[in-house]
Structure formats: C-alpha cells, structure tokens
C-alpha cells in the first residue's frame, strides 16, 4: 500500500508542477480555449488524490489484519489472572 501512497504524493507533486506550467501558459496567453485551464487543474489535483487516499485506507487495513492476526495481547490473558 506504500506504493499507491508514494504514487498519490508524486502525483501531487508532478500535478503541482504541471498546475503551474498551465497557469502560466494562461497567464501568457498561450491558452486561448475557455475553461481549459480550470478543468486541466481541477483534472490533476482528483486524480492525483485517489491514490493517495487509497494508500491511506490500505495502510489502516494492513494495520488493522496484522492486529487481529495476532490474537489477544498479554494485558488481556494477565487479566484473567
């Protein structure tokens, strides 16, 4: 699950990178379609988010099987004592 999240923070990182690259290009009037620059923007931040947050969720997963794998821990079989 490390990879979906290191897929999702590069992804946040590259759609950063290419954010800027679109709001200059904009800004100089490369760009001359209504619109395309929000819906490039809004596009890259979504889609870099869905992985990120995939690998957060798997992370409590992993965690949460290991956990219950395991069995009782100690303070519980020390309690019946």
């Known amino acids: 699950m490390?990879?979906?999240w290191t897929l999702g923070v590069a992804g946040l990182a590259i759609g950063l990178?290419?954010?800027v690259v679109v709001l200059i290009a904009?800004?100089?009037g490369a760009i001359h379609v209504p619109g395309y620059?929000?819906?490039v923007l809004v596009?890259?931040?979504f889609a870099s988010l869905n992985p990120l947050g995939l690998g957060i969720i798997g992370s409590y997963v992993r965690r949460a099987t290991r956990r219950s794998r395991a069995g009782?821990?100690?303070s519980f079989a020390m309690s019946w004592r």
């Open 37 to 39: 620059a929000a819906t």
């Open 43 to 45: 596009l890259l931040f």
């Open 72 to 74: 009782p821990g100690q």
């Open 2 to 4: 490390r990879i979906l």
């Open 26 to 28: 904009r800004v100089a």
């Open 17 to 19: 990178l290419l954010g």
